[in-house]
T-cell receptor, first 115, second 115 residues
Framework: AQKVTQAQTEISVVEKEDVTLDCVYE???????LFWYKQPPSGELVFLIR??????QNEISGRYSWNFQKSTSSFNFTITASQVVDSAVYFC????????????FGSGTQLTVLP | ETGVTQTPRHLVMGMTNKKSLKCEQH?????MYWYKQSAKKPLELMFV???????ENNSVPSRFSPECPNSSHLFLHLHTLQPEDSALYLC??????????????FGPGTRLTVL
């Protein structure tokens, strides 16, 4: 069975601080996908990134960066120089290769960025 | 309209009512999903329609009934709900291809309150 754990329920930081959101996953599959989504107060989940299990290269997109460590089954998300608009719930998710059905979400991390 | 739309955005219903949630995707995708998001819980996948095949979570009560008349529209019919069914119901769509899983795009959700 697949499982995604986001141990940080809530995080508060002051604007311009860096913050890392942790994600640890469990799967028996050798190939899989990992995702991060952002859910602002409006409710809509916004897709941020998809990572294939065979691609461990870290990725940077503006102030966002992702660190995929297959050896520790972790896919952490760092926001550099956080802004108030980054305040949201962030979800990590896992899906098996070749299936539309098995998108397993973590419980989410509520990030609050204070001005 | 672009992306994934959902109507209504808010719904209050009694336990004896019958109502329907509507979802429409304008992305040309071939798979659609219903999720339930309750407070303090991970997103729960309820139903998937992928390539005209329906897949459901066996734990979803029969008082929830999905309908997918075509690849762009998805409905969730509700009848004799319970107060614990109050939640945010999210619709998503994705493009499913052999050998890969693409990211899901979400609608803004319907906030359902059952009295």
């Amino acid at each position: 069975a697949q499982k995604v754990t986001q141990a940080q329920t809530e995080i508060s930081v002051v604007e311009k601080e860096d913050v890392t959101l942790d994600c640890v996953y469990e799967t028996r599959d050798t190939t899989y996908y990992l995702f991060w989504y952002k859910q602002p107060p409006s409710g809509e989940l916004v897709f941020l990134i998809r990572r294939n299990s065979f691609d461990e290269q870290n990725e940077i997109s503006g102030r966002y960066s992702w660190n995929f460590q297959k050896s520790t089954s972790s896919f952490n998300f760092t926001i550099t120089a956080s802004q108030v608009v980054d305040s949201a719930v962030y979800f990590c998710a896992l899906s098996e290769w070749g299936s539309a059905r098995q998108l397993t979400f973590g419980s989410g991390t509520q990030l609050t960025v204070l001005p | 309209e672009t992306g994934v739309t959902q109507t209504p955005r808010h719904l209050v219903m009694g336990m004896t009512n019958k109502k329907s949630l509507k979802c429409e995707q304008h992305l040309g995708h071939n798979a659609m999903y219903w999720y339930k998001q309750s407070a303090k819980k991970p997103l729960e996948l309820m139903f998937v329609y992928s390539l005209e095949e329906r897949v459901e979570n066996n734990s979803v009560p029969s008082r929830f009934s999905p309908e997918c008349p075509n690849s762009s529209h998805l409905f969730l019919h509700l009848h004799t709900l319970q107060p614990e069914d109050s939640a945010l119901y999210l619709c998503a769509s994705s493009q499913v291809a052999s050998g890969g899983t693409n990211e899901q795009f979400f609608g803004p959700g319907t906030r359902l309150t059952v009295l």
